[in-house]
């Protein structure tokens, strides 16, 4: 059986791909999220354990609810 991705890393490409569909790069997604650049990019790598505050932002950024952005995580 095939172990499933540690939830850094699929957190991390959820944002990616949420972030992707609604066209924005990741320097203008920092920015609505008023999180650094860099933060952003290893969010989408999967090497930062990011607080609730943080995934809080990020899902209002999205125009979501935290419970979609951690769908099928």
Request: hydrophobic share 40%; net charge neutral; proline share 0%.
């Amino acid at each position: 059986m095939a172990k499933k991705a540690d939830i850094l890393i699929r957190f991390g490409e959820r944002v990616r791909e949420l972030r992707a569909e609604r066209g924005y790069s990741q320097e203008a997604f920092a920015h609505i999220c008023e999180l650094d650049r860099t933060y952003v990019g290893g969010i989408e790598r999967g090497e930062r354990n990011l607080a609730l505050r943080n995934i809080e932002r990020i899902a209002e950024s999205l125009d979501i609810s935290i419970s979609e952005l951690m769908k099928g995580l």
